[in-house]
């Protein structure tokens, strides 16, 4: 009785323990170990830092998840933790659309890259594809077997992709939204999704610390990344096809595209004070966004930081578009002029 008394104590220690060390919510966890960047790192940091005055900002009534903008960069969209969608009209720094689209969380919004149809996706495994002009929706897609994380259209229009908790990706067409395909990808969940510019590869960025890259269409994976240790948060192709990755170990790798794919050795990598929440390539730049509120300005090819502007808030996600880059936080979104931001570097 005595051994069984103490061996009880020990696994109520153990798992209060574990329990503090990793938090779990819907999949995902929300405390893990980071790697802590250089003295040296943080010097340059320091030497780099710039400063800007929003263009616009808007404050938010609800944790926000993501945020997305019009390939025009006309309009700004952002969905919350309370189902809501707020569209904001950035040509007259106003809202144009508030509307609550589901009883569940939010977690996942892209707009069409030609059209004013925006689709979004819920913790219940619901897909909603809206029409801005007609204000309404055009598609409503029940997936629920799992909660999608994220979703996305390919850059020529032609498919909507959504990947979701359980594991899985799923493929439609966009004249209907037919299913094409459901993929089985990994065992546990997936949180990011993007295409590269000519739509014939597609990445995926997952729990299990690996980035995925798959040929669109195609039924496995053409490779695995695995440089990271910590689960994959987001991930991006520039136009030339380069590939970043960012994740909850602080980590940004970047890749190099080669004859056969991707060179497996990350090019360049940086480690921030936070998790990484997200990567945009834009021009010849990479931006991203960090938990510490940051957003760090990289010449990649040359394997350099060049800027780093503090905005004093946890970053959730950025999104960038013409001379537009959209900034959330837990209880505002900004949006900054690209070209102040660069212009402030030189």
């Known amino acids: 009785m005595k051994k069984l008394i103490i061996f009880c104590i020990v696994l109520f220690l153990g798992n209060s323990l574990w329990a503090q060390s990793y938090k779990f919510k819907k999949g995902v966890e929300s405390s893990v170990p980071i790697i802590t960047p250089s003295n040296n790192a943080r010097q340059e940091e320091e030497t780099t830092l710039i400063t800007a005055v929003p263009y616009i900002r808007f404050m938010l009534e609800n944790k926000p998840y993501k945020v997305t903008i019009t390939s025009d960069g006309d309009y700004m969209a952002v969905v919350t933790k309370s189902g809501e ?12 659309f508030s509307s609550s689209f589901s009883p569940s969380p ?5 707009f069409h890259p030609s059209k004013r149809i925006i689709a979004l996706g819920d913790r219940d495994g619901i897909i909603t594809v809206f029409d801005m002009v007609r204000r309404d929706a055009i598609k409503i897609i029940y997936e629920l077997s799992s909660s999608v994380s994220d ?86 192709f520039s136009q030339d096809n380069w590939l970043a990755s960012g994740a909850a ?32 390539f834009h021009l010849h730049y990479l931006f991203t966004g960090c938990k510490d509120g940051k957003i760090r300005i990289f010449d990649f090819r040359e394997r350099k930081l060049l800027a780093t502007l503090d905005i004093n808030a946890p970053i959730l996600g ?16 900004e949006i900054y002029q690209v070209r102040e931001l660069l212009d402030s570097i030189y």
Not at 85 to 96: A, P
Not at 192 to 197: R, V
Not at 252 to 280: E, M, R
Not at 318 to 333: E, L, W
Request: aromatic share 14%; proline share 4%; net charge negative.
């Open 318 to 333: 950025i999104d960038i578009q013409q001379n537009y880059i959209a900034v959330i936080t837990p209880k505002f979104a």
């Open 85 to 96: 969608m707020i569209i904001f009209d950035l040509t007259q720094k106003s809202v144009e």
């Open 151 to 236: 979703l996305k259209f390919s850059p020529d229009g032609t498919i909507l992709a959504a990947v979701h908790f359980g594991g899985d990706i799923t493929f439609y067409e966009t004249e209907s939204y037919s299913l094409l395909d459901k993929l089985d990808l990994v065992q546990g969940s997936i949180y990011w999704l993007c295409f590269n510019p000519s739509s014939t590869y597609l990445a995926t960025g997952n729990r299990d610390n690996t980035v995925k890259v798959l040929e669109t269409g195609a039924s496995q994976p053409l490779l695995s990344l695995n440089d990271h240790q910590s689960f994959v948060i987001t991930c991006d």
């Open 106 to 110: 939010l977690y996942a919004a892209h």
């Open 249 to 280: 170990d602080s980590q940004l790798f970047v890749y190099q595209p080669s004859n056969t794919g991707w060179d497996l050795t990350p090019y360049f990598s940086w480690i921030h004070g936070d998790w990484v929440t997200a990567v945009k």
